[in-house]
């Protein structure tokens, strides 16, 4: 699975983002979807999920600021970001998971987003 991420970039505090990941193949065909982030001198984390059922999860970090949404018809996640605040600033990575007889993992190039006045 091939991932695409886009959307990153500079914003005030307070301001909105939104970052898409496109996706290589059909992301119902995959066991869930989400978004990481990591920034400088800190372990990546997840920021929010979704599995192929339309399940969601989030850090409670961002609970009711991010939102995470799909459109199949484009292979396409979205991570709706809003009320910005500068601890979010990172690199995103779109992340999707395949579970077959194993888990397997795949990871986009990641977009940095930086949130600062």
């Known amino acids: 699975v091939r991932l695409v991420e886009s959307g990153g970039g500079l914003v005030q505090p307070g301001g909105s983002l939104r970052l898409s990941c496109v996706a290589s193949?059909?992301?119902?065909?995959?066991?869930?979807m989400g978004w990481y982030r990591q920034a400088p001198g800190k372990r990546r984390e997840l920021v929010a999920s979704?599995?192929?059922?339309?399940?969601?999860n989030f850090a409670d970090s961002v609970k009711g600021r991010f939102t995470i949404s799909r459109d199949s018809a484009k292979n396409t996640v979205y991570l709706q970001m809003n009320s910005l605040k500068p601890e979010d600033t990172a690199v995103y990575y779109c992340?999707?998971?395949?579970?077959?007889?194993?888990?397997?993992?795949?990871w986009g190039q990641g977009t940095q987003v930086t949130v600062s006045a």
């Open positions: 992340n999707a998971v395949m579970v077959t007889l194993i888990r397997n993992d795949y």
């Open positions: 979704i599995t192929s059922g339309g399940n969601t």
């Open positions: 193949r059909n992301i119902f065909s995959i066991s869930a």
